[in-house]
């Protein structure tokens, strides 16, 4: 009867170390008592409190703890099984645990995938790998519900479907001698080992437990008395929970991270550096009397500080980004600065320059290929197939994870440059050989010329004769071999190795413990021979780039973080200091029921498994809410009223708590980024001052400066018109484009790019107009000869095209583009009919201009002259194009306004345009796109451009008055250029920003919040 009651024991989490004490008072745990846990991450808490629970008992070595998560405990239980049996070397009836191996989650999803891949079914499906991650959820279910699997459960298609995978799955792993992790519990039912092992198992944190788990559980405690005590979190409030609203998930996480911090800062006794920045309550009630207590004691201790999100994988990279602003640059006193130390928790930078405390954990990880190092690895692997992508090959020469990459970085940057100019889709590793042993330089003084890449060479020729038979893709290729996953691992290892991975700098410690990592991982592709056999070399990279896709990966750390970042699960059944539950609307919370797909739902909803229902995720989500409130000193639960345009309801889950009303967080960034670096800053400069030590004397303060050289007098400028377009547009584009020559690499693109496009419309306008000459021969020809006319414009076109990029006009493609052109320059020229008679008195001529003291060579696409006097400049367009940007005070367009100036109807420059105003009368874009062919033109009213009228074409009355404007506004455009005024000034940020290559340089986006030294030291 005592072991009856005893079975049924449910005590809080605090008689944890009661149960576990030993009736010798010389020892705080028996060998012979065993903890479970629902997850790892609890097992791992639990480990830590007893270490320093121990340690707080003045103990210098103690046994450890045996505290496993569920089924760490089951695989325990069968090395334990396997030992006793080779040290016993008796038979054993029945599963013999040495003969068997068990399946790993990756061995398990690759040989579903291989069974549903040749089933009649897999034929049909689009993710064979979601299907086989459904029926390892399915197994599960059924025999963690006690389910006999060759029943006749399979009432639906699908789950007939399945019930027949499950048979197949089922027979391979009888032949290979597998045993699948969710039969486990049932095979341990016979072993040997529980006796000699413990005598007290101590259930921590489970709401419930599978009915499998729970006949493991009584058969133990049946068959050998063994005491089963399970353990909840208590139950007695320990505090008044308060919720929150926010107008936004955004402001919500970021009051959250301001909140976490305020925490931190009280416990450490710190001073708060942004208090008086915030937009809202700094120190909201919640925390006053946490304050109070941690002011009376004498020293600070590390507190444990949990937020917890229920969607938390799908918002990982957001929460860690404002996360992360707002702990840069957080101050702390010595006292804190000294505890602080104690942790451990060191990061490394990536240039080894620093290192700061880590503050706080987000739980899960990021996906493991999502690393550089390993990203790297894989691009390395992928040069070895017959066509690499150009991104692969940039990938790679950028990657200082190859040996070499810090000597010649910028060389191989060069390399890339001139790869991209091949402007090919894929390339093979013996044409980038060839191309890399033709990339060499001539020394002036010997004249002798060397490889300016050579170390790269060397890698890539070895890997040529090694793996790919030197080029010949018949010869020794590594793409037409077949081997098994180990074999393949090897293989792997080696090809690394050349390459020089994980490169020639000293790694940090996350870098090290991902290549660790990737060694584990290598050594499970291994693992599976016996389920894929013999596969290719890209199929054996594919299921290692699955296995490291399906892994997430966490930089291990000496100690805990203070702050916890967990989702609902993780934070299961644990205490801490303080709580925020973000995230709480109806829509997420409770969590929707989804019912398995490969399962009778009414079977589900009957044994009431996980997510059968509504009704389970809505008790599931209060019981959850109920654990939570209970869960530490200080509670918030918290939510949004809106997700976008989507207006969001509290979840009625929390509705009952005291809401709370807090301030508009509305500019929270600017004034919490603003308010840290200044207070930063300030604190900073006090600490020096007060230690006697001039500011200046370490640190170089540089004073706002947006200029640079002045141009000499006359300097001829590269860039023509664009010049003066870029400074109208933003100074820095203009300075860092053409003095500094700043710009990123094209991205190849096979086929015809849309500049090309631009330019063969030029090309057709030119020779057809070389030809016609004005309005009046236009109008007189027939329609056949025009086509005639036109086609061949086009043809001879398209072949000088083809004559520079043959590979990019091969076949059909010459044949539609020669089309397209005749198709666009038709119905431009119909257009051309509608407007006044002209004719064509320059093409394409190309000029030098002088402005203020500059130089511009441009070029006129086309000057028409119109009546007796009137000139117009014409400038072809094939996008979109207004006339405002003629209106605006600086200039979008200014190639137009720049002839009318500068240019007389001839083509000669003027001296003083003043002298002669009446020559150009008229500018126009000529706008030939298809579906959207327009005249868009500004002219003095003494000139008529056509006879339509249309909003587009406007007759400006001053126009002398706008040619001065435009002169004046030029002038000073060019001015600014030649004086070197470059400051960060975009016109518009969408407009100018939205596709300009220069932000990484310029960093307009932190502009906004950036500080002046000299403003922080007053």
């Known amino acids: 009867m005592e072991k009856e009651r005893n079975k049924s024991i449910k005590q809080p989490f605090s008689d944890l170390w009661r149960y576990c004490s030993s009736s010798d008072q010389n020892s705080d745990i028996p060998s012979r008592t065993v903890v479970l846990t629902p997850n790892r991450r609890l097992a791992v808490g639990i480990n830590h409190e007893f270490d320093q629970h121990q340690m707080s008992k003045g103990a210098h070595c103690w046994e450890s703890l045996q505290c496993w998560p569920l089924t760490g405990w089951y695989e325990e239980a069968w090395l334990r099984w396997q030992q006793a049996v080779l040290v016993s070397a008796q038979e054993v009836q029945g599963i013999d645990p040495v003969d068997w191996a068990l399946l790993s989650p990756f061995q398990e999803q690759v040989l579903w995938e291989d069974i549903i891949r040749h089933s009649a079914e897999g034929e049909n499906l689009l993710r064979v790998n979601g299907s086989a991650k459904l029926a390892t959820g399915a197994y599960g279910l059924l025999r963690g519900w006690n389910i006999d699997v060759e029943g006749d459960w399979a009432n639906t298609t699908d789950c007939a479907v399945f019930a027949g995978w499950l048979r197949i799955f089922r027979e391979r792993c009888h032949s290979l001698g597998l045993i699948c992790s969710v039969d486990l519990p049932d095979v341990l039912l016979d072993a040997p080992v529980w006796s000699r092992w413990f005598d007290r198992l101590v259930l921590v944190g489970f709401d419930e437990v599978t009915p499998q788990a729970q006949r493991l559980l009584d058969h133990l405690h049946h068959q050998f008395g063994t005491e089963l005590i399970h353990l909840g979190q208590d139950k007695a409030d320990r505090c008044s929970p308060v919720r929150v609203e926010f107008e936004t998930p955004e402001d919500e996480l970021l009051y959250c991270a301001s909140w976490a911090k305020t925490q931190l800062q009280v416990y450490l006794q710190a001073e708060l550096p942004i208090q008086a920045d915030l937009p809202i309550q700094a120190e909201p009630p919640i925390q006053t009397e946490l304050q109070g207590e941690r002011e009376q004691q004498k020293s600070p201790t590390m507190p444990n500080i949990a937020v917890v999100v229920p969607d938390l994988q799908d918002r990982r990279r957001e929460i860690e980004r404002v996360f992360r602003e707002c702990f840069d640059g957080l101050p702390f006193n010595d006292e804190s600065n000294e505890l602080l130390a104690q942790l451990g928790n060191v990061e490394d930078s990536d240039l080894g320059i620093e290192s700061t405390p880590n503050l706080f954990n987000i739980s899960g990880g990021e996906i493991f290929s999502s690393y550089a190092i390993i990203s790297s690895a894989f691009s390395f692997l992928d040069l070895l197939k017959q066509d690499v992508e150009m991104s692969t090959v940039s990938a790679c020469l950028g990657s200082p994870f190859m040996a070499g990459g810090e000597i010649e970085y910028s060389a191989r940057a060069q390399f890339d440059v001139m790869l991209r100019q091949l402007r090919r889709e894929a390339l093979f590793l013996g044409m980038v050989f060839n191309q890399s042993r033709s990339f060499v330089k001539v020394n002036e003084a010997t004249g002798e010329s060397h490889l300016v890449v050579p170390r790269f060479t060397g890698i890539v020729k070895t890997v040529l004769e090694k793996w790919l038979g030197g080029g010949d893709i018949n010869v020794n290729n590594i793409n037409r071999q077949k ?536």
């Open 483 to 1018: 081997k098994t996953p180990s074999q393949w691992s090897i293989v792997i290892e080696e090809v690394l190795q050349v390459f020089g991975w994980p490169g020639d700098r000293t790694l940090s410690s996350q870098e090290f413990q991902l290549v660790s990592k990737w060694h584990e991982l290598l050594a499970e592709l291994a693992s599976i021979d016996e389920v894929v056999g013999v596969v290719g070399f890209s199929t054996a990279i594919s299921l290692l780039r699955r296995l490291c896709n399906d892994t997430r990966f966490q930089k291990e750390t000496k100690n805990q973080p203070p702050i916890q970042v967990l989702g609902v699960l993780e934070a299961a059944a644990q205490n801490f200091d303080a709580l925020w539950f973000a995230g709480l609307d109806s829509e997420t919370w409770p969590p929707s029921g989804y019912a398995h797909p490969f399962l009778p739902v009414e079977m589900q909803r009957r044994l009431n498994m996980p997510h059968s229902s509504a009704q389970r995720e809505f008790d599931f989500a209060k019981i959850m809410t109920d654990r939570y409130r209970s869960a530490a000193e200080k509670v918030v639960f918290s939510s949004a009223r809106w997700q976008g345009d989507n207006e969001l309801t509290v979840s009625s889950l929390i509705q009952p708590f005291p809401l709370d009303e807090y301030e508009n967080v509305e500019d929270k960034i600017k004034g919490q980024i603003r308010g840290c670096t200044e207070n930063f800053k300030r604190r900073q400069w006090s600490h020096l001052r007060a230690a006697g030590i001039d500011r200046h004397r370490i640190v170089e303060v540089f004073e706002r400066d947006v200029r640079g050289p002045i141009l000499e007098k006359n300097q001829s400028v590269v860039g023509g018109t664009w010049v003066l377009k870029a400074q109208a547009d933003c100074p820095f584009k203009a300075y860092a484009s053409i003095r500094l020559n700043a710009h990123s690499m094209d991205n190849p693109i096979f086929g015809i790019t849309a500049a090309e496009r631009g330019s063969s419309i030029h090309r057709v306008m030119e020779i057809f107009w070389t030809r016609c000459q004005s309005w009046e021969k236009l109008n007189q020809l027939a329609a056949a000869e025009k086509t005639d006319w036109v086609t061949e414009a086009a043809a001879r076109t398209v072949a000088e095209q083809a004559g520079k990029t043959p590979e990019h006009m091969r076949g059909s493609v010459y044949e539609i583009e020669v089309r397209r052109l005749v198709e666009t320059a038709e119905s431009w020229l119909a257009l051309e009919l509608q407007r006044t008679p002209f004719k064509v008195v320059a093409i394409e001529e190309k000029k030098q201009i002088k402005i203020s003291s500059i130089n511009l060579s441009t070029r006129a696409d086309r000057i028409d002259r119109v009546g007796e006097d009137g000139y117009v400049v014409i400038d072809y367009k094939t996008a979109e194009v207004s006339t405002q940007t003629w209106r605006d005070e600086r200039l979008d367009e200014p190639q137009l306004p720049l002839y009318c100036v500068s240019v007389d109807a001839g083509g000669d420059q003027l001296s003083n345009q003043s002298s002669n105003p009446e020559i150009i009368q008229g500018v126009m874009f000529a706008q030939i796109k298809n579906g959207k062919m327009a005249i868009k033109g500004q002219h003095s009213e003494a000139l008529t451009l056509t006879e339509k009228k249309s909003r587009d074409i406007v007759a400006d009355g001053e126009w002398d008055l706008t040619l001065s404007q435009w002169r004046d506004r030029l002038d000073s455009l060019a001015t600014e250029f030649a004086q070197g005024y470059a400051e960060v000034l975009p016109k518009s940020l969408v407009k100018s920003c939205r596709y300009c290559d220069l932000q990484p340089l310029c960093r307009v986006s932190e502009i906004e919040y950036a500080a002046d030294f000299s403003e922080v030291e007053s």
